[in-house]
C-alpha cells in the first residue's frame, strides 16, 4: 500500500554495513524519519574492509542477478557523488576498469567470445576488450602478452565510503544509535549481517544463509591512477590513498572469525607474483571479518516471512557496495510505496529449503 500523501513514516534500520546505510540514506532522501542502529560500530563487519573492488559478473549466461547488477553499477558513479556532495568526504570511488591477464589460447578464445556478449549485454554503458597494451606500468604480468580490459570495474574505499555515507545521512536528518538498542514502532530494515542471517534462520526455523570468513591486506604503493586487477582468483585494488589492496580469501571453516593467519601471506605472495612491482611494498594492514551469504548466493531482500512490517536487506556477499545503489531503490520502494521489483532469486523465500 502507497503511504498517504504528505505523511512521513518513521523507519527503523537494524545495522550499519554497506545495506544498512545506503538504504538508510535512500529511505531519508525520498521523505522517511529513519533511525538507523548499530550494535557494534559503522562498518564493524564485513563492509569495513580494505579491498573495495566494485566489479560485475561475466558478460554470457544472463539473469536477474547480473542484470540487476549492471544497473546499480552503471548508476554508481552519480550516486557515490550524491553522497560526497552531501556529506563533503570523499567515498574513494573511482571507475578506472580493469586489467586481467590471459594465461593461454584458450582464455584469449574464451576473451573474445566474451567481448562480443558484452557488446550485447552491455551495449554502450561499457566495454570488455581483449589488448595487447594494458596501458599502463603497472599490469598484471601476462604469459599471453594478452589481458582483458573492461572500463565498467570501479574502486571504492570501503571505510572512507561509509564514513561518508553515514555523514550524508545524517546531513539530511536521519539519526544513529549504537549499541544493543531495540528497534521502535513503524516499518524496520533488517540489515544486520552474519548475525541478521542467524536471526532470520533461528525465526525460520531452517538455515537461510552462512558467514564466509574473508582476509585481506593493504600494501603501501602510490598507483592512484592504476585499474584494479584480477589475477587467478585474486583482487589486487589501488586507492586513491597510495595503498593497494589484496584480497580475499573464502574460508567456510575456521577457528576465529576475525583473526588473521598464514592465509594472508599465501595471498601477499600470489600478489607478488603476479604483480612483481608490489614485491618491495610494505603491509600496512591485516583484516579479516565474517561475510553474510545467503543461500541463494543474491542478496536477499523483501518482507520478513510472517513478521509484517519488517524488512531484510542482506547477503551483500562479496558484492555489496556494486550493489548497494539499486539494492537502495528497490528497498526504498518496498517500504515506502510497497512497490516489489525485487529480481527472482533475490527474496527471502529464494533462500529457503
Not at 7 to 14: A, E, S
Not at 211 to 238: E, I, S
Not at 273 to 298: F, K, Q
Request: glycine share 12%.
Amino acid at each position: 500500500m502507497a503511504r498517504p500523501k504528505g505523511m512521513r513514516p518513521d523507519v527503523t534500520v537494524m545495522g550499519a554495513g554497506i545495506f544498512g546505510l545506503s538504504c538508510a540514506y535512500a529511505l531519508q532522501q525520498r521523505g522517511a524519519t529513519v533511525h538507523l542502529v548499530e550494535r557494534h560500530a559503522i562498518g564493524a563487519g564485513s563492509s569495513g574492509g580494505l579491498v573495495g573492488a566494485m566489479s560485475p559478473h561475466v558478460p554470457e549466461a544472463w539473469n536477474p542477478k547480473k542484470a540487476f547488477q549492471l544497473d546499480s553499477l552503471l548508476m554508481a558513479a552519480n550516486w557515490w557523488r550524491g553522497v560526497e556532495a552531501t556529506s563533503g568526504r570523499t567515498s574513494g570511488y573511482g571507475r578506472l576498469g580493469r586489467l586481467q591477464p590471459l594465461a593461454d589460447a584458450a582464455a584469449v578464445e574464451l576473451a573474445r567470445c566474451r567481448a562480443l556478449t558484452a557488446t550485447d549485454l552491455w551495449g554502450d554503458a561499457a566495454r570488455w576488450s581483449v589488448v595487447t597494451d594494458p596501458g599502463t606500468a603497472f599490469a598484471p604480468l601476462s604469459a599471453t602478452g594478452m589481458w582483458v580490459r573492461d572500463d565498467l570495474c570501479a574502486r571504492i574505499d570501503p571505510r572512507r565510503a561509509l564514513a561518508a555515507l553515514a555523514q550524508a545521512f545524517c546531513a539530511l536528518g536521519g539519526t544513529i544509535t549504537v549499541g544493543d538498542h531495540s528497534p521502535a514502532g513503524g516499518p524496520v530494515l533488517w540489515a544486520a549481517g552474519v548475525a541478521g542471517l542467524d536471526d532470520l534462520s533461528l525465526t525460520l526455523g531452517q538455515p537461510v544463509g552462512m558467514g564466509v570468513k574473508g582476509q585481506a591486506l593493504a600494501l603501501a604503493f602510490d598507483a592512484p591512477d592504476t585499474p584494479q586487477m584480477l589475477c587467478d582468483g585474486l583482487h589486487v585494488v589501488p586507492h586513491a590513498d597510495g595503498s593497494v589492496a589484496i584480497g580475499s580469501t573464502s574460508e567456510a571453516t575456521f577457528e576465529d572469525p576475525t583473526g588473521t593467519d598464514a592465509q594472508l601471506d599465501t595471498l601477499h605472495a600470489r600478489a607478488v607474483a603476479a604483480c612483481p612491482w608490489l614485491a618491495h611494498a610494505p603491509v600496512t594492514d591485516r583484516w579479516a571479518a565474517l561475510r553474510p551469504r545467503a543461500r541463494s548466493r543474491a542478496p536477499m531482500l523483501g518482507a520478513w516471512p510472517d513478521r509484517p512490517g519488517h524488512f531484510i536487506a542482506n547477503g551483500g556477499f562479496k558484492i555489496g557496495f556494486g550493489m548497494a545503489p539499486k539494492v537502495a531503490d528497490v528497498v526504498a520502494d518496498l517500504i515506502l510505496d510497497g512497490r516489489d521489483s525485487i529480481p527472482k532469486g533475490f527474496r527471502v523465500e529464494d533462500s529457503l529449503r
